[in-house]
DNA sequence: GATGAATGAGCTTTCATTCAT
DNA sequence: AATGAATGAAAGCTCATTCAT
């Protein structure tokens, strides 16, 4: 339906900025289908009609945010692990690092955690993000496979495994951090999980 | 003025089951929004006002599909734990169970997945769902009480923390099977995640 | 439609009855249009079926309702005036019996000041009313044309006039009771009211 | 996908003007409750989501034809009296005013004489309308005052009798114009009326 | 005598979108 | 670059009415 992405050449590139934002906003909080071109257009100080100066229909809009958004978290999770490092420890510094985009910027993680259901609802989504999806996949499964290389890993667990494992537990974090918005209970939570990776939570009596 | 009214031939009492399992499917496949009366009473094989001699308004039919669906959900879950048994044990159990029921009725664990950002959306579930939600919280709480009163679990970690940790696991389950329906890559990721409650995944370097 | 009037062979009188003092509460304050038979059948404590077990529609509930009324109105009329008493005499007793049926039976004279609009409304409403109607109007006419037979009248006004003039202050006293519903403002209204009547309102300057 | 949107050939400005006008008249005629947002926009030659781009709810239009028609009366009312004139000159000028009003704008007068009971079918319009209402009452009550301060009225006659006594006469004289439209009647009637104001209609036999 | 289940029509309102200016 | 006026489609919901039981 569109060339993906941010339209290149918008003269109002402010307007269109605090559109996107705007829309990151309320894609991740309200979604899509409630997230409506009237409200989203009140609260840039446009009017309806301004937006499709910007992107060709509604659609649009959500893929160009998408692309940002993916962008940011790839970036971030790429900044927080180091190629050499043992995996535990990029684990460990991903989740850190994830959990305060979640403090700063609490629109990114949400709506990527929103991103699959969206999709699965709406298939004009799914088809226009699922060419360029993927990404924050890759480079978790590139990590998964230079770890198990190394040895740093169990054997019966294969990188397919360790990749799903990981994402269930980021995803599991993201999800919290946006249901329970407690930082407190957050950063215990986290101390626990990395308890967990090293297996230093629950003590198996012998007897078992 | 006379082909009007009650046709002749009509089921009669199941009608409100049937009604219930569609908009279960439904609001868990395609959301509350989503989820028009007519798709829904068409499903069924009523009119939209024939829903409206079962319940008052939309949202009362989310709510009385919570309902239900949280009880199946608790039932489930109490079923799979013994107040004896090692918490080790018993989340094992508990993952297995739930992964069971989302193959089973893969619309009741969606559901269940969705009601948090369903009822941020829309207020009205919100203040309908919050006085009777909660239940499968506090189930897990005990349970992780329990474990924490007869030294199963390491010292640091708080009861609050160790349910957070189970929910942050589940719901992440949850999410994956949701997103990835791949029975054979579940059953693994579940093995790997069975490794991980007893910190079997990672080999930590001792030089590190 | 159907026979005027109240179904002759109504099994549970009683019922029908409690029907009919309801409807005509309710389209008397609430109009014929936003008087629901839902609401109706509740207010009775029965179903909206079983309002059609003595009446086949709407309509004839609101005619049946209609002949009640009229034929209460035009009893009190009747019984408030002496076909050998002055005009004026009999038109002071009518407003005070007018006014006293106001209190005793708001819902009457409610109903009766909305049939023309609800007449002109609904051409079913019409249609079923106008031949019974006009009973009023009838029997003011005669008590004018009398009045003006024995000379009590000034001769420049006519008996339709006279006629005319008693239904607008009437209807003007009919429509204030039931906006401003306060007993001691309308009994000095009707005070004053008597007054004009016999010319004692205003003192015309001398010099006009 | 290609159809939507605004049509080629739209009017533009005066859209409202004639909505505004068209509301008048049905709300006038058939009531708050039977003007249909699709009939009002046909006569307009809209369509019924046009209305909200003028106005955010049917109470709405409502409310600014309320507003438009209360200026009109107030208006017509004001200019027909004079602050020195004897009062009964002014009641006469009035009711030819009002008389006048009705034949030209049938709609402003019926508008009128429907608020009360709309309103208290209505709740909101209740709610909206109450504040900027009671105008008209305001102006007749000032005259009233003034009447009695000069002496022109029998002191056993309160102000506020007064007034209502013209309310009940004007909305009688506006009902009995919407019911029966016919000019010469209604002309018969007014002198019949006037007549009574000065107190020469009946002829009280001494020996009563 | 009365109910429960169901209907078709219609209501107010919202939405994404269009297009002349 | 942006707006105002307008649209067709569809949503949630209500209503008078029907009919087998």
Redesign the pocket.
């Known amino acids: 339906m569109s060339k993906l992405g941010r339209p290149t050449?918008?003269?109002?590139v402010?307007?269109?900025q605090r559109l996107l934002i705007e829309a990151r906003r309320s894609f991740a909080t309200e979604g899509?289908?409630?997230?409506?071109?009237?409200?989203?257009?009140q609260s840039v100080?446009?009017?309806?009609?301004?937006?499709?100066?910007?992107?060709?229909?509604?659609?649009?809009?959500y893929v160009a945010v998408f692309s940002d958004v993916q962008d940011l978290v790839c970036k971030t999770i790429e900044a927080s692990i180091r190629p050499d490092a043992q995996i535990s420890e990029n684990i460990s510094n991903m989740v850190d690092s994830l959990a305060l985009l979640t403090v700063r910027e609490p629109a990114v993680v949400a709506f990527v955690m929103s991103v699959s259901s969206e999709a699965h609802r709406h298939p004009e989504i799914l088809k226009a993000v699922l060419p360029v999806s993927g990404r924050i996949g890759r480079i978790l499964l590139q990590m998964c496979e230079k770890a198990i290389e190394r040895g740093e890993v169990n054997s019966n667990v294969s990188a397919q495994s360790l990749e799903d494992m990981l994402t269930v537990i980021l995803a599991g974090l993201g999800r919290f951090n946006m249901v329970y918005r407690d930082a407190r209970r957050t950063s215990e939570l986290i101390k626990a999980m990395k308890l967990l990776l090293v297996g230093e939570v629950f003590r198996v009596s012998s007897n078992a």
């Open positions: 050449n918008c003269a109002g402010d307007t269109c899509f289908a409630a997230t409506t071109n009237k409200r989203l257009a100080g446009i009017t309806t009609a301004a937006i499709y100066h910007y992107f060709p229909s509604k659609i649009d809009v």
